[in-house]
């Protein structure tokens, strides 16, 4: 007897999807090959990290 069942993804409906808010900001780019350009600085608003013993 298996421990956990197989079970399928429920699929996407439209009402499960919000509406845009109005926070879309296109502030980089990353190329085919990798290379990002722009701006970076909001990956360092995840807050301070914490503070070691």
Avoid: E, N, V, W
Avoid at 1 to 13: Q, V
Avoid at 24 to 51: C, E, K, N, V, W
Wanted: glycine share 12%; hydrophobic share 30%; aromatic share 6%.
């Amino acid at each position: 007897m298996p421990l956990h069942k197989s079970t399928r993804a429920s699929r996407l409906d439209p009402t499960m999807i919000s509406a845009p808010l109005g926070d879309f900001r296109h502030t980089m780019h990353i190329g085919r090959g990798g290379d990002a350009f722009g701006d970076t600085s909001f990956l360092s608003t995840l807050g301070p990290s914490p503070a070691s013993p």
